[in-house]
């Protein structure tokens, strides 16, 4: 069936560092991609998407670009800020119209 | 706007009881989606509402969990004789129709402790 994997946290980056999240999913269809983000105490919340092959999804520095070849959706940011501190799920859309989600990256960032 | 809305966010339960868990998702979302979050963990699918219409609920762990959504609008989901391995957030999201993005919007959640 469909599956999300995630890179395994936690994760802990000085302000200002590069950061990726990898994320690999089943190749089954031709899935909309995401990446969400719960801060301390809220919900999740959609950080960006992409829905075929080559897209690339970006909001608040973040980014992250479809690979159909490879079946990957690493989320990118340049330079990180202590504000960015959360935990990060990768998500893929399927036919069956749930959403499936990675385990998740707790991402912390030190000033 | 208002977004999806839960409630309660917090449910203590003893173990045994019977538990109902309300979302009210965003106006005009004619898909509503449960999710289940544990300590930890992604959330993972219970099932999906396409107005009133049931379509979708392999997810649901067992038969004491049951969701009903009459009108097409709230949804509520029913824990009965709560267990402890049912400790976990409970998510509600909301979609467009028409949206082939499959894009959800999420509630705060429900966090259920079963004592």
């Known amino acids: 069936g469909d599956s999300v994997t995630q890179m395994e946290g936690p994760v802990t980056l000085s302000e200002e560092a590069f950061l990726t999240i990898n994320c690999t999913y089943t190749?089954?269809?031709?899935?909309?991609l995401f990446w969400y983000v719960q801060y301390p105490g809220e919900g999740l919340q959609l950080l960006l998407k992409a829905t075929k092959a080559d897209d690339k999804g970006s909001n608040k520095g973040f980014e992250a670009t479809y690979r159909k070849e490879t079946t990957s959706f690493h989320l990118e940011k340049g330079s990180v800020q202590v504000s960015d501190s959360a935990v990060y799920f990768c998500a893929r859309g399927g036919s069956a119209r749930q959403l499936t989600f990675g385990s998740g990256t707790q991402l912390t960032v030190l000033p | 706007g208002a977004g999806v809305s839960q409630s309660p966010r917090y449910k203590v339960a003893k173990r045994g009881q019977d538990v109902a868990l309300r979302c009210d998702p965003i106006s005009g979302h004619v898909s509503l989606f449960w999710y289940q979050q544990a300590l930890g963990q992604g959330p993972e699918f219970l099932t999906y509402f396409q107005n009133e219409a049931q379509l979708d609920k392999s997810g649901l762990p067992s038969d004491r969990f049951f969701a009903e959504r009459p009108e097409g609008s709230v949804s509520t989901l029913k824990i009965q004789r709560t267990q402890q391995e049912d400790s976990a957030v409970y998510l509600c999201?909301?979609?467009?129709?028409?949206?082939?993005?499959?894009?959800?919007?999420f509630g705060p959640g429900t966090r259920l402790t079963v004592t």
């Open positions: 999201a909301s979609s467009f129709e028409r949206d082939l993005t499959y894009e959800q919007y």
């Open positions: 190749a089954t269809g031709y899935p909309s």
